[in-house]
């Protein structure tokens, strides 16, 4: 089985920054697209940005500029890195990725539990 564990949240004030990871483990062929959403209070899970396995990446427009997401392929995790972090962005953040657990198995996706990220001052 395969597992992602997020994390990196925490309460920080606006304008600050946080950088959130998403290790993966168990069995791991490979790690494909992985995307970061977010839910906030009341509001539907969105797509905040995603990365393929080859460093292509794309943003929701309302982080464009201050969020940006990378991978490190030989330790299985992604990361997002937040700046000029708003009262907005408040939500709980998650890592979602599509992996091939072997060569020739199907794609598989997964989600972890979140991370919790609060701004606020």
């Not at 997020?6 to 309460?11: A, I, K, T, V, Y």
């Amino acid at each position: 089985q395969v597992q992602l564990v997020e994390s990196g949240g925490g309460l920080v004030q606006p304008g600050g920054s946080l950088r959130l990871s998403c290790a993966a483990s168990g069995a791991i062929y490979r790690i494909y697209g992985v995307n970061w959403y977010r839910q906030g209070p009341g509001t539907q899970r969105e797509l905040v940005a995603y990365i393929g396995w080859g460093g292509d990446t794309n943003y929701a427009d309302s982080v464009k500029g201050r969020f940006t997401i990378s991978r490190d392929n030989a330790k299985n995790t992604v990361y997002l890195q937040m700046t000029s972090l708003e009262p907005e962005d408040t939500a709980r953040y998650y890592c979602n990725a599509d992996v091939r657990r072997w060569i020739g198995d199907m794609l598989q996706n997964y989600w972890g539990q979140g991370t919790q990220v609060t701004v606020s001052s």
